[in-house]
């Protein structure tokens, strides 16, 4: 058992070392500048379901952009909506088509429709799609950051994700962390290394070419943004990051959809996995991908091989209590176990939050406070993971009820 533990920890280490080594690369090298950068035109894509109450402010903040806006065209998919998404979003500018189709839900299949309406009628003339969720507000200079890195090069392009409550209570904290390190310790290492970043959910900008090459968009499973990095990185095209195009977030404070969000979140991750592992196994192999490598070791290992130490430990000790020889656990060991890992995670949460204290808007005291609750939020993922192996998912909305502009958000104490 010590053995089969130790290998299955090794697999664990392999799995995530290089992610620490990532807290470092901000600090030891410096991005290239962008350059001038072109106008580009850009059709914003919002899949929305009942956000009546954050969505108006989300098409505000796209016409109060930094960029012509004769440029900017905004398309809203009022995907089964028993409220007024659809009268809200035309009211302030967006061009709305309504959506009714139970049997497929979720936001891949929203966007898949909202394309194929754009292209029934005739609106194919852009040169890129930015794509948001109806709860999000947009730093002014989102749209012209996003129109730089395409001007560098790159054809699918993140941003970096805020909070717009972080301070609302822990789990929001939270989630305003997790996010805040997927930018600037996952996506900027990753860009400053020269590697393919990975896109999340929202934010993200992809060009003509992209949707063209892909035949449509073609990404329905739970977490359509996961499947999106991984077909792209497949066919040799690295996603960029741009930190200067910042938006912000609506996240959850209530424990019950947070657990429904990660489940899907963890599910979806499963569903990736299992479908692509054997061709980014073969980039990995045979190509040398480390973009893809990393996508893999971001998908699903961890829980899988955590499952099985699980698994494996638990029938041992079935084994071991049947045939006489139980062996109580011992308390201690279990105790300095759960406070290492507690530290380790606290670590990551402090560091973060220290490094991007001046873009956490609270009080300092709550910015301090909520790196004692990141732990927590972590360890989650543990019964989650499981939950979703043997599980049946399905996706569910996410409700939103935080309409800030952009100067609420900032002026938070």
Not at 21 to 33: S, T, W
Not at 323 to 335: A, E, H, N, R, Y
Request: hydrophobic letters at 45%; a positive charge; proline letters at 4%.
């Amino acid at each position: 058992m010590q053995l089969i533990n130790r290998i299955l920890a090794g697999i664990l280490f392999l799995s995530c070392c290089y992610q620490y080594f990532f807290l470092l690369v901000p600090f030891l090298k410096k991005g290239r500048p962008h350059g001038p950068g072109k106008d580009c035109r850009f059709a914003v894509l919002i899949a929305a379901r009942n956000e009546e109450t954050v969505i108006g402010e989300l098409i505000d903040s796209i016409r109060r952009q930094d960029y012509p806006p004769e440029l900017i065209d905004i398309y809203v998919a009022a995907d089964n909506c028993r409220d007024d998404t659809a009268r809200v979003a035309a009211e302030h500018g967006a061009i709305v088509a309504r959506r009714f189709d139970a049997a497929r839900r979720g936001k891949g299949y929203a966007l898949r429709f909202l394309l194929d309406r754009m292209e029934a009628l005739g609106k194919t003339n852009y040169d890129a799609y930015l794509v948001f969720d109806a709860d999000n507000v947009l730093d002014p200079g989102f749209v012209r950051e996003m129109a730089r890195s395409l001007s560098d090069g790159y054809e699918i392009v993140t941003g970096l994700r805020n909070s717009k409550n972080y301070g609302d209570n822990w789990l929001s904290a939270a989630y305003g962390i997790w996010f805040l390190r997927q930018s600037q310790f996952m996506n900027r290492p990753r860009m400053l290394l020269g590697t393919g970043c990975s896109v999340s959910g929202t934010g993200f900008c992809f060009s003509r070419r992209v949707l063209e090459e892909g035949g449509g968009w073609q990404y329905f499973t739970l977490t359509e943004d996961l499947e999106f990095s991984v077909a792209f990185a497949l066919r040799g095209i690295k996603a960029g990051y741009n930190e200067r195009a910042v938006f912000y977030d609506e996240q959850p404070t209530d424990l019950r959809q947070a657990w429904t969000q990660r489940l899907r979140w963890t599910k979806g991750s499963l569903q990736v996995f299992f479908r692509y592992w054997r061709p980014l196994l073969k980039a990995v192999l045979r190509e040398g991908s480390f973009t893809c490598y990393d996508l893999v070791m971001c998908s699903a290992p961890l829980v899988i091989v955590s499952l099985l130490m699980g698994l494996i430990n638990m029938a041992a000790f079935l084994w071991n209590a049947a045939s006489g020889l139980f062996v109580p656990p011992d308390p201690i060991l279990l105790l300095r176990s759960v406070l290492l890992g507690y530290l380790g995670l606290y670590l990551i949460g402090l560091i973060t939050v220290l490094t991007q204290w001046k873009k956490i808007h609270c009080s300092p005291c709550r910015k301090l406070l909520s790196t004692l609750g990141f732990p927590v939020f972590m360890l989650m993922a543990v019964p989650i993971g499981l939950a979703a192996l043997v599980q049946k998912v399905e996706w569910q909305p996410i409700s939103h009820t935080r309409c800030r502009n952009l100067h609420e958000i900032m002026a938070e104490k």
